[in-house]
């Protein structure tokens, strides 16, 4: 599997990550020798295996459902970057 | 008493109790020690008024005679915990400024225990990394030295600053988490000790996380009875983590007997890498002998897919790491791009995320996404989950085998000088955690202890692996092979 400069491209936007024109055949390459290295696991006989979900043996536990937390506004916002009348504030996203 | 920094958690806990020294006392030798180790770029945020209020109420538990497990020892805090209105930005410039409204679970725990948080330590951002040269801080630089030489050497990573920050003795132990390796790794690279303990012991509540099914906490200290103490503060259930287990956590310190007669100890042979150093050979062979001189039986096992563990490791980190820093989009906490005339929360996203994550960063986001995406999804990831299925199993096998124990290099080499593998790609770098990765894969117990020094005078150190939920026995084995080595090597002050 060979990933050329359009496919990292399309990764790059998938997540959400600014790569400028020029970066992108770098990148193409750098995913190439990663993906090359993952590519031993086809080696594996992996027939009848179940993918693991929890390393520990355990489901996972469940809490009641009631309100424990709350009215915490100003802690919530504090770190934001941008806050305006008890908001996160973005772009305009609605046109 | 002079030089109160150098001591070890186990030394100064019993100065204290004994009224010797103070905590302030102990807490100021530490102080100085940091700020006369800036070279070393190990503590990148101090906190040095909290660490003296903290002192001052531990020496006043202390005359009252109410004084928990770390009553008055002062540690360093890995920059991955939060930690309550005290920077915590996980090395990455995504979260400059970030000051936590709360308080992660293990650092908060420490606090009760009756710690004293020095500062936050460097380390590669978001814990991705092998050698701490992916931090926004700058690298964090290794006390050690070859004989001889200046060159700047790796601490390892990613917990390297916690490393650099114990071998120089400016602090008394620190907390370090590992996610492939970067516990154990960067405390073989500074002659320390560090335990990775069974996943789900330690709460990752709070931890800036990057792989989740991965990620554990633990201690990184001078001794293994140090070891023993910090980590049995650090362990137990919390409910805000649904992967913690409500476990009773025994007394470590007190199963520390350096009995080991019986014990089975496995030296697997897929471990013995084509082209692996002689001193590395070597170091393992005297670990083994040393052992069986204990009273151990030493046994050859084989565990025949560790091949494969760092490969899936690297399917399984990423897609874990993509998701996880899926919540780093400029709306909610740190950095936000400046945006151009015209940009939509797209652009912001985008350029958020650009300007936020480093190169090492962006890459393993990028490759789990990949992974993880409409197509390949079965062909990376459902394999990879697979194997990590097979991998455990050679594990359990071998458990369920009789054995107790096992024996691994921790590291493929000693630290290598900063910027020395800069050309290298990407995997070569990634090879470093090839003797530790098998275990975060697995769940398992893990400890990496100093036993010897290569020719260049760099410290070694070897990996044993336990049995789940049997940190104890594991600690005490461990504190055989500590005792056998008897390693005391320091570096030589030159910062």
Known sequence: MSIDQSTAAKVAKLARIKVEEDALPALAEEFNTILGFIEQLNEVDVEGVEPMTSVTPQRLLRRVDEVTDGSQQDKVLANAPDAREGFFAVPKVVE | ?495
């Open chain 2, 1 to 495: 008493m002079s030089e109160l920094n150098k001591l070890g958690l186990a030394e100064a806990r019993d100065l204290l109790r004994k009224g010797e020294t103070t905590s302030v006392e102990l807490t100021e030798a530490c102080l100085k020690a940091i700020d006369a180790a800036d070279a070393l770029n190990s503590f990148v945020h101090k906190t040095p008024d909290i660490a003296l209020e903290r002192a001052r109420a531990a020496d006043a538990r202390l005359a009252a005679g109410d004084a928990p497990a770390m009553c008055g020892l002062p540690i360093g805090i890995k920059d991955l915990f939060c930690t309550k209105g005290v920077d915590s930005q996980a090395a990455s410039n995504i979260l400059k400024g970030f000051k936590p409204e709360y308080e992660s679970t293990v650092s908060g725990k420490l606090q009760e225990a009756g710690a004293v948080m020095l500062g936050k330590l460097n380390m590669d951002e978001f814990a991705m990394g092998s050698s701490n040269e992916t931090s926004a801080y700058g690298d964090a630089i290794s006390p050690w030295r070859r004989g001889g030489e200046e060159t700047p050497l790796t601490p390892g990573g990613s917990s390297g600053g916690s490393a650099a920050a114990v071998a120089a003795d400016l602090c008394l132990a620190a907390t370090g988490t590992d996610t492939g390796g970067s516990i154990r790794q960067p405390a073989a690279f500074t002659g320390t000790v560090g335990i990775k303990p069974t996943y789900g012991r330690c709460s990752r509540w709070g931890i800036v996380a990057f792989a989740s099914s991965l990620d554990q906490a633990g201690p990184m200290t001078k001794s293994v009875r140090d070891a023993a103490i910090m980590l049995e503060a650090m362990c137990g259930h919390d409910a805000k983590d649904s992967t913690s287990v409500d476990l009773a956590v025994p007394n470590f310190e007190a199963m520390l007997t350096g009995d080991i007669k019986g014990k089975k100890i496995g030296i697997p042979r897929e471990y013995r890498m084509d082209g692996m150093p002689e001193e590395i050979a070597r170091l393992w062979d005297d670990g083994a002998e040393m052992l069986k001189a204990a009273g151990a039986e030493i046994v050859e096992i084989s565990l025949p897919h560790t091949k494969y563990a760092l490969p899936a490791y690297y399917v399984i980190a990423p897609a874990e790491a993509s998701s996880n820093l899926a919540r780093y989009d400029g709306v909610r906490f740190g950095h936000r791009a400046t945006l151009a005339q015209g940009d939509g929360i797209t652009e912001m996203y985008e350029k958020t995320r650009a300007e936020g994550f480093g190169h090492e960063v962006q890459r393993r986001v990028m490759v789990g996404t990949y992974v993880l995406s409409a197509g390949f999804y079965d062909a990376y990831y459902n394999r990879a989950r697979r194997v990590r299925t097979l991998i455990k199993k050679d594990f359990e096998d071998v458990f369920a085998a009789g054995v107790d124990a096992i024996l691994t290099p921790a590291t493929p080499s000693a630290a290598f000088g900063l910027g020395e593998m800069s050309d290298a790609d990407p995997v070569k770098m990634y090879l470093n955690d090839v003797f530790t990765v098998t275990v975060n894969l697995a769940g398992l117990p893990g400890i990496s202890v100093p036993t010897g020094l290569d020719a260049q005078g760099l410290p070694l150190g070897l990996q044993l692996i336990g049995r789940p939920w049997d940190e104890g026995d594991l600690l005490n084995t461990a504190y055989a092979l500590e005792q056998s080595a008897g390693f005391v090597a320091k570096p030589a002050r030159w910062w």
